[in-house]
Structure formats: structure tokens, C-alpha cells
């Protein structure tokens, strides 16, 4: 059902040096599913991440967020589906930590050496022990030709393994950087907005990695939304093992790096909304002409989390009278609707406060009948824009989520 | 479909002294449908009224703001189903005057003593022709017992005509508040969200009327939300025609009348939740323990607009730590979670950050298998309070609105 969206074949998925992933059946939730992903790296890795706003943030993500505060090198990652050990207080913030003590012992590190993460349901108390018990078959099966199992073992709801990679050259020689994602519902922007693990083999320095991972998280992972709900267990994080031994530190290599990082990211990020719950279609917001980013984010976000422009979309109903109410309700006080010009691909659909003469409906109807397309907004108030990638509220949105335990 | 809500009783419907409804089918948009309404109001009459902050607001809503605020005495309320005349520019204000002066003639009144409401498609022209041409026919219908013919005749995807009645005592004798009100989708709080009429035959003050609607409209049409859209149209309208002859002026008698008027307000506002675009579930949500009552709302709002929270619900399914996520994405920077207690009717489902020791799964099924429940928070961080109104997200919902036009 995902939108243009197809499994990565496994020939593109280039291994990173310096990281090996191994996946096991642990169990978590149900029997006889890959739930557990671990990836070790070698030693001299920067790691940098950006994690959910969510208040109710999951204890994995409060122990990862310390144990790379620590600044101690990280060894290792750890991931199981199944169990989002999220609203679970103190006694989940314990077994958290005793994941990542099983974790290290196996790889001969230290436990503020591993970061942890969880994804699934919330609320309830994550089965330590079975994840525990898991470990040893993640080991064994560690290997750095692994990634697209990788993709595979962090699905929830996701119906498409979610995996991309790029080589490029820097001054010092070729590195390679690839990643997988998982994410499919509570997908929402605000900081990173699903489970991200991106790798390089090149070699970055720590507070460079950062601003890396900040700049491709704003560009993609912070661009994208299904349903406006933003999960307490989100976090998208790059390691970079210098295992190559091509050092990014001049500007223009950290560019480059920069850029293949943001790439690879804004695939899996779309990749997220084309596999979004129940999604039929992938729509691209466009707003332009606002006097500052972040209003242009509003107008965007408006329009993407209108439940009635979302069934106008998945019905390729031109009901486009909704998107001018969604903007109308996107908090802009002093907006001038006769200034706004409204475009469906390249079809002008309104402007001077209402509908185009030149619009017709079977344009409409043609615009929306597509599985892809870009609602243009030209605010005509300043020069910024703002991109954000949508996809449509299915009846299957309401299937998958209303029978998501069962 | 919808949640204990049964049609009115018409017997149950006091006619207004001073108020006359007439209704026609005027083929706005489908024939053989009643969807002209023409409220005629005595000389004396005082109305004022709430209206959308949408942006894009429809052009009745300018007229009828311009109408009011010029001050002359209203005598007449004209309202059409089928269309919105919203997203319409300077041509629908053009036609939005039209009707007014054909219902002006009909009247024997000035055009801006007509106030005229819309709902219905947006950014489509209004076919004023069709609509001036259903006048007569209205006009023929007027009558005072026609209230329940009046809440039909402005229903759209309603699948119950809502209408409300009171009967009460005020110093100089007995007056009557009747109300009707429409609406089941685009509905969430800010300012009046659909469309409500009330009228009395209680004497009332200009000035003193208009804080009667405001506080009416806060308890009432402002804390519900079905889908967290604003409407284009919203309006909530009270005339006072004051032909009983009994005066209210005194502190004591407006305290009594906002009551009657207020009640009337929160049992239509509940009546559109509760008949909300495919709703299977009534759900109370109530805030306490908020430092303001805007975080409350906050928090409200936040549940109440998740679309996970909102199928979890459809499905009877107690995922309640989808409650928590929303809870925490409600924007209050320094929630704590640890003080944090969320309760299923009575039933303590989560407290100290995690699901209280004492909660079963089963107390969460029997909570959300009733058609009625009240979620409760209480954030432990001061006194105020908030309520608000909503109903679950089912496969109807979706149907309903993919549907809506074809």
C-alpha cells in the first residue's frame, strides 16, 4: 500500500566499515519476529543524535540522551520493537539500563557505552528478561552486510523496510554513508520523528557530527508528518567510525558529508510518509512568500494535519475549499486572503479570496488522481518557504490504528 | 449514529413570542431538500452573536458582523444549507447582500437589518438566483411553532436535528429560550464553531446581551472539537424579541437568563459532538490541577486531537499510554510526569510517570466499552480547570468526508 515506495535491494545497501549489525527473535511482543537489532561499532566512532520533544519522553530515550551526554565513546546501539518502554517512570528507566549492561558485557564495554531505544507500545513494562535472553543471537549474527535485515528487524507498523545509502568522495577518499528508518504512524515533526540510525565510515569529529545531524534532521525526519502526533520514543542518530580513514574536517568535506547525510535522511523520511498508515498518497506542501519560516511551517502543518483536507485527498475529491479553511486556521492574524494564491501542481486554484476563473474541476479531479503531488501556497507577505511531506487519512489509517494491539 | 441523542420531542419546543421560522427548499445544492431557513424577529428584538476566527471567514459572517455593528434593529435571520459562500472573494459578498435585500423586501425592513448565515461546500458561487426564488416560499412557512422544521432545515452531515428548550422565572415573569444548532464536522473551539440560533422572549439590553453569548459560547460551543477544524462559517446568534414583556435587567434576572441560555448552549454543543462525522463514542474530558486554564485546555485539546488516542477509543482499546503521548506533545515545557494522574471514569489508570501498580486491562476495556466516558487528568500543578467535548475517530468519519461532495 506504501506510495512508490518499494524494499531497497540489498546490492545498494553499502556495508559501512567499522559497523556490523546482527538481528535475533527475542520475543518481545510476539514470537517467531526479528524485534531485536543491535549494531556494534568499532572503537574511535562519534555518535551525535537529536531525540523527541515529547514530555513524556520513553526511558530509553532519557538513558541514550545521558549516556551520550557522558561522552564516553559508544560501542553500541541496541533496538527491539514490541515495547516502547515509554510511561513506564523509574522501574523503566532500570531496565533500560539493564539492557544496556547485557549489551556491553557481550561486547566487552562499558554500559554508558550502549544507547538503547524501543519503539512499540506504550505504558507497558518492557520484557527485560527476553530481550536479555535475545542478546547472544544478536551477537553471533553481527556482520556488516546486514543492513537491509536491519531495516526489517525495526519495522512496527511499517509495511516496507525503510533503508538507503550513498558513497561520495571527500579530499581524503571514498566514504560510504548509509541508513535505515523505521516510522509509519505517530509521525510528527519536532525534533527527530521516528527511529533513524544513519552510519558513515568516515571521520568526523564529535561537535561536527552534531551540527550534521541537526542540519539533515531539520531537512527531513523534521519536515515530514502523518497524523500530527509526535511519539515519546523518536530519536535519529548518526555514528560516524572512521573506520576508512578519510577524515571530514575541512569545510567543503563536511559539506559534501553534510549533504549525502541529508539526503539519505530525506529519503527515509519520505520513505516514512509513503509508508505511512494507510497512506494512498504522498503529497508535498509547498509554502512560499512568508514573512518567516515558521509561519510557512504553520500554513504547512495546518493544511497537513486537517483531517478534512487529508479525506479530501484520499477520496481525489477536489474539495479544495478545505485547504483555504486550514490556512485560514493556521494562527496568522494579520493574513491578507485576497494576496493568496493557491496551486495544485501547476493548476492556480485560487487567488484574490476565492476561486481562479480559469479553474476547472476536472483539473482539480486530474491534480489529486495521482498517488503524488504538491499543494503550492504562495502567501505573498515576504520571501520565506517551508516544505513538509504529507500523505493522506485513509479508511485503513483508522483499521491499522484501531486494531493495532489486537 | 449517533450517541444518545434522540430527535427532539416537538412538543418540547416552546415557541418565542416575537419569532417566526419559515423554511423552503430552495435546491442551493440538491432538490427536494429543506434547506432554506428564514427567522423573522418582532420590532424591539436585540440579537448579537459570536463568529469564526478563521481567517478565511464566509462572506454571510463579514456581512453579518458589518450588519450588527452598524447597530440598527435586526429583523431578520436568513440561512441556507448546501453552500458556504466562503473562499468566495469580493463576488460573494456581492451575493451574501443579495439575499439580504430579497429577504429585506420579503420583511419590509433595510437590507442590513438581515443577518445571513451559510454552510455547506466552500469556494463554490452561491446560487443566490435559486435561493432569492425560495424566499416567498419561506416567507409563506413563518410561524412561531416551527423550531423543530428550523433545526431540520440547517442540518447538513447532521444526522439529528438538534434543538433545545427552557422555560424559566425572572422578577417580572415567565420567559422562554429556545435554541437550534447544527454542525457534526469541521468543529473545534474558537469562538462559535457551527451554527446556533437561540432566541428569548425576554427584553434584554444590547450591551448586556452580548456578554450573555460570550459566556454561553465559552461553556458551551467553544469546548468541543470533533476533528479540530475551525469552520469558515461558525456563528452562534441570540435574539432577545422581548414580546413577553418581561424585562431583564437586574443582575439576578441576566444571572438566571445566562443560565437557561447558557444550558440551551451546552446541550446543542454537546448534541454536535455527540452526533460528530461518524462518532460511536461521547468522551468528557476533563483537566484539573493546571496552573491555567489555558494549559488545560491545552491538554485537552491535545488528547482530544490525536488521532491515535481518537481510534483507540473507536476500538474499545484501553492503549491508554497513547493518552500519555498526548499528554505530553501538549506543549507544557515543564509538565512533570512523575505528579502526573490519569484516570478512565474513576479508575486510576497512571500515576508516578508509569500505569499505577493497581490498574488492569480490564477496567480499561469496561471503561471505553460504554458509549459515554470521562477521561480525567490531573496535572498536580495548580487549581484551574477545563472541559472539553469530543467524540471518537471511526472508519465513518473518513467515509463521511471522502464522500462528502459526491
Redesign the interface.
Known amino acids: 500500500m506504501a506510495v512508490n515506495l518499494a524494499p531497497p535491494d540489498p546490492a545498494s545497501l553499502h556495508p559501512v566499515a567499522g559497523v556490523e549489525l546482527g538481528v535475533a527473535m527475542a520475543g518481545v511482543r510476539k514470537a517467531n519476529r526479528r524485534d531485536l537489532l543491535l549494531m556494534r561499532l568499532g572503537p574511535g566512532s562519534t555518535v551525535a543524535g537529536v531525540f523527541t520533544r515529547?514530555?513524556?519522553?520513553a526511558a530509553p530515550v532519557t538513558l541514550a540522551k545521558r549516556h551520550l551526554a557522558v561522552g564516553g565513546e559508544v560501542r553500541g546501539l541496541v533496538v527491539n520493537t514490541g515495547n516502547?518502554n515509554?510511561?513506564?517512570?523509574?522501574?523503566?528507566l532500570a531496565r533500560a539500563a539493564t539492557v544496556c549492561e547485557a549489551v556491553a558485557r557481550s561486547l566487552g564495554c562499558a554500559a554508558r557505552q550502549v544507547l538503547p531505544f524501543s519503539t512499540g507500545?506504550?505504558?507497558?513494562p518492557l520484557p527485560v528478561e527476553r530481550i536479555v535472553a535475545g542478546i547472544p543471537a544478536a551477537v553471533a549474527d553481527l556482520r556488516p552486510d546486514n543492513w537491509l535485515g536491519a531495516a526489517e528487524a525495526i519495522m512496527t507498523t511499517d509495511t516496507v523496510p525503510k533503508a538507503g545509502s550513498r558513497r561520495l568522495h571527500l579530499s581524503g577518499g571514498e566514504v560510504t554513508v548509509t541508513g535505515i528508518a523505521k516510522g509509519a504512524?505517530?509521525i510528527r515533526p519536532?525534533m527527530a520523528t521516528m527511529l533513524g540510525f544513519i552510519a558513515t565510515d568516515a571521520q568526523v569529529p564529535g561537535e561536527a557530527l552534531e551540527a550534521l545531524v541537526r542540519e539533515a534532521a531539520d531537512s527531513s525526519f523534521n519536515c515530514i508528518t502523518v497524523?500530527?502526533?509526535?511519539?515519546?520514543n523518536d530519536a535519529f542518530v548518526v555514528a560516524a567510525s572512521g573506520a576508512s580513514g578519510v577524515v571530514a574536517q575541512s569545510r567543503a568535506d563536511l559539506d559534501a558529508l553534510g549533504r549525502a547525510i541529508s539526503e539519505v535522511a530525506a529519503f527515509l523520511a519520505q520513505a516514512i510518509v509513503r509508508d505511512g498508515e494507510g497512506a494512498t498518497k504522498f503529497i508535498t506542501l509547498q509554502i512560499e512568500g512568508g514573512r518567516f519560516g515558521e509561519e510557512c511551517r504553520r500554513v504547512a502543518y495546518a493544511i497537513a494535519?486537517?483531517?478534512?483536507v487529508k479525506?479530501?485527498f484520499?477520496?481525489s475529491?477536489p474539495?479544495?475549499?478545505?485547504i483555504?479553511?486550514?490556512?485560514?486556521?493556521?494562527g496568522?492574524?494579520d493574513?491578507d486572503?485576497?494576496r493568496l494564491e493557491l496551486y495544485l501542481d501547476s493548476v492556480l486554484v485560487?487567488a484574490?479570496?476565492?476561486?481562479h476563473p480559469d479553474y476547472r474541476e476536472e483539473m482539480g479531479v486530474a491534480a489529486l488522481a495521482k498517488p503524488e503531488f504538491t499543494v503550492r501556497v504562495s502567501l505573498h507577505r515576504g520571501q520565506a518557504t517551508a516544505t513538509v511531506w504529507t500523505c493522506d487519512?485513509?479508511?485503513d489509517?483508522?483499521?491499522i490504528?484501531?486494531?493495532?494491539?489486537?
Open positions: 515529547n514530555r513524556f519522553c516502547a515509554a510511561g513506564t517512570g523509574e522501574d523503566g507500545v506504550i505504558m507497558e504512524g505517530m519536532d497524523d500530527g502526533d509526535t511519539s515519546t494535519h486537517s483531517p478534512l479525506t479530501a484520499f477520496a475529491d474539495n479544495l475549499g478545505r483555504l479553511a486550514a490556512i485560514g486556521n493556521a496568522i492574524e493574513l486572503t485576497s485560487a484574490n479570496g476565492g476561486r487519512l485513509s479508511f489509517y483508522v483499521k490504528n484501531a486494531e493495532y494491539r489486537t
